[in-house]
């Protein structure tokens, strides 16, 4: 909100006791609010115009005082131009604070950022995981390199970041540091939460990321198909710790824990079901989504081979899994030792277990989603890619269906026919989604 009136004027204050040296006071007027405060000059009241605000005569100390105060009343007309240009509210008391010195310091980025880094760290466990910290802490030391890579400089006010500098700071990503687009978009991600923090807080008004596209190019992440899942559990291993590795990752693709939840999963959480069977009674990790798992025999298997390793007796968990990045690295090499022409990671098994262990096999994807721990139905269709031999074996029920028609019979009632037509049709759809993943 702009100011409605602004008056400004320099008088003599009236001392306590009579004397002719008195204290050159400004007074400032927003919207008929006065403030004033001293300008630690004196001046004979003979020798000042009341009139003019200005002291009288041609002596060197009349015109060194005119000039300061010519200069104290531009200064005030810069700053409350700079207020109005940034859409800031002027008031009189910003005013004086500015004359006084008491001016707010201007906000910069990376010490903003660091703030809410800061504050993110005392709330972990309770509401952030230590990975979620960690992330916005590598954000952080990207942007500081791209501002000295770009400006030369340590920080940046949040008044200087604009659409040119989200643009740019993307194009760094990708080319400086050889980013893809989502995980360039990933970092922008977490820088823009800092902005929007600034805006709440009313250090910018504007939003640089207003006209900016964030949006990310869908990947359709491959899971292990039946027979690839197959062959690596048939792998043997003369090497310990890579059969670990293997199995560790084939308890994942029966489960659908991910890497943070296998790692944490203790002997607490293996409990006898309803059913009499073993489950999974625990919470995910990144979410605090509850997940109930009926274990698998393959499972169970696993959890009895490593029930009495010294790593898990020691920690106290169910499977001695190492680092995730440990883990990543010797995927990978196990991958190459198995012969797969992909790269394998610990989220891979999670995708198997949602795609290939449980909805090629008719699990209803409801009852997935919530195995998975996942907040909707929308988020287990991301990992519910579908094999060829899936659209196979429902082409073939189609095609029993139509031969089970009568013979020569003509007429097919109105809603068979748009039953027929939109089981193709979804067929269709599975079939050109597979072929577009396999590509």
Known sequence: MLELSFGMNFFLKTPSKPTNMRMIYVRVYVDGIPKETSTHRKWDVERWCGKTDRATGTKEDARCLNNFLDSLRARVTNYRNELTKNQDT?????????????????KMVLEEFQLHNDEMLKLVPDEFAEGTHERYVTARSHVAEFIRFKYDRDDLEFRELDYEFILDYEFYLKTERKNSRNTALKYISNFKKIVLRAIRK????????????????????????????????????????LAAVRDIFVF????????????????????????????????????????????????????????DDPICLK?????????????????????????????????????????????????????????????????????????????????????????????????????????????????????????????
Not at 90 to 106: A, F, H, L, P, Y
Not at 224 to 237: C, P, Q
Not at 346 to 372: C, G, Q, W, Y
């Open 90 to 106: 002027v008031t009189s008391k910003k005013i004086i604070d500015m004359i006084n010195g008491k001016e707010q310091g201007r």
């Open 202 to 241: 009313k250090i910018i008004l504007e939003d640089p990321f207003s006209d900016f596209d964030s949006k990310k190019v869908k990947i359709r992440k491959k899971p292990l198909t039946g027979a690839e899942l197959r062959k690596l559990e048939e792998h043997h291993f003369s090497n310990q710790r």
């Open 252 to 307: 994942q693709c029966y489960t659908g824990l991910s890497y943070i939840d296998s790692y944490q999963l203790n002997k607490s959480e293996i409990k006898i079901g309803e059913d009499g069977e073993l489950w999974i009674y625990s919470e995910r990790q990144k979410t605090d989504s509850p997940t109930y798992i009926p274990l698998l025999p393959k499972a169970v298997e696993i959890l009895e081979k490593y029930k």
């Open 315 to 439: 920690r106290g968990t169910v499977l001695p899994v190492r680092s995730n990045q440990r883990m990543n690295g010797y995927l990978k090499e196990i991958g190459d030792i198995v012969g797969f022409s992909f790269t394998m990671n610990t989220h891979m098994a999670r995708r198997t277990f949602a795609s290939t262990v449980t909805l090629n096999n008719d699990v209803p994807i409801n009852v997935v989603k919530e195995m998975m721990g996942h907040q909707s139905v929308k988020q287990t269709e991301e990992y519910a890619l579908t094999e060829q031999q899936s659209i196979a074996r429902e082409m073939k029920g189609l095609r029993n269906r139509l031969a089970a028609q009568e013979p020569g019979k003509m007429e097919i009632s109105i809603d068979v026919l748009l039953k027929l037509e939109n089981e193709i049709q979804e067929l269709k759809r599975k079939l050109l989604e597979a072929t577009g993943s396999a590509a």
